[in-house]
């Protein structure tokens, strides 16, 4: 089903996923989740027209990548050769640049009625990066959950970082303020003034950021979460209205951002609207050496898994 057309005349499509509860709507541009139902509530932000993902988005529903999340200062070194990125929020680069993975047109490569598997090529030198990547990722619904499963490889030695950047409200409306968050997560990544993390993971132990046990997100530090927390292996769990996602990843941490520069002028949604959980390795890997690892090699293939489960 033809859900738009770009400028260029590149047809976007929808595919539409279902299985028990759970209805989902995912677009060819940028493996888009325009929608996920879970009975007949909608649980994540969506846009109305391919015009709106152009030109209104804040990543809604999008893969992000090459690398998700930021590089310091829109640069990286990697064996001996520095790499320049498109330094597109401050001095850092953000989601892969400019022209991120979630402004392009992936290609559907299966599908069937509860799952659908899209793949993008990015070449050499795309967005300063190194090396042809190809990526992929498979949306499936079942058992009462969204699993995506991301690989890629790439012909030379680069770095990747893929995640998804859907907003929550488990409502279908409103904000999130109140919605009540709980995460395995021993310690988290301090920033600087740049959202670039100082390099030491933080106990979260007497901070606004102890999730360890149940919190709403506007119960401290005024609901302005946009940090990386290191995930010990453990279940994130949200609660919103009736409705609670349990989320496991094979990932070491994951991104809460709580929606709040989210502004209902440059986009359809104001401040709280959505929040993220965006499973991945951390921000700023490729100049942190002592963080895992985001390197891929030739040969190598990177696989992940992030679960969404509702309860």
Sequence with gaps: MIFGTLP?????ERVELSSGRLRAEVLTYGAIIRTLEVSGVNVVLGLDT??????????FGAVVGRYGNRIANARFTLDGVEFALPANNGPNCLHGGVEGFDSKVW?????????????????????GFPGTLTASVTYTLADDALRIDYTAESDAPTVVNLTNHSYFNLK???????????????????????????GEAAPVKG?????????TVDERYD?????CFVLDGGAIKVTGGELTMEVTTTEPGVQFYAGGMLDGVAT?????????????????APNQPQFPSTVLRPGERRASTTTYRFI
């Design 50 to 59: 391919l015009d709106d993902y152009r030109t209104r988005s804040r990543y």
């Design 8 to 12: 260029s005349g590149q047809q976007v």
């Design 107 to 127: 290609t559907i490569a299966e599908r069937t009625g509860s799952s659908v598997t899209l793949t993008l090529t990015s070449p050499d030198g795309d967005q």
């Design 207 to 215: 901070t606004p950021f102890d999730f360890t046990e149940p919190h």
């Design 223 to 227: 609901g302005a979460y946009d940090h």
């Design 172 to 198: 279908g409306g409103g904000d999130v303020l109140d919605h009540v968050v709980q995460m395995e997560a021993e310690h988290y990544l301090p920033v600087d003034d740049d959202k670039i993390p100082t």
């Design 268 to 284: 359809p949604f104001g401040p709280f609207a959505g929040l993220c959980l965006e499973t991945q390795h951390y921000p700023d």
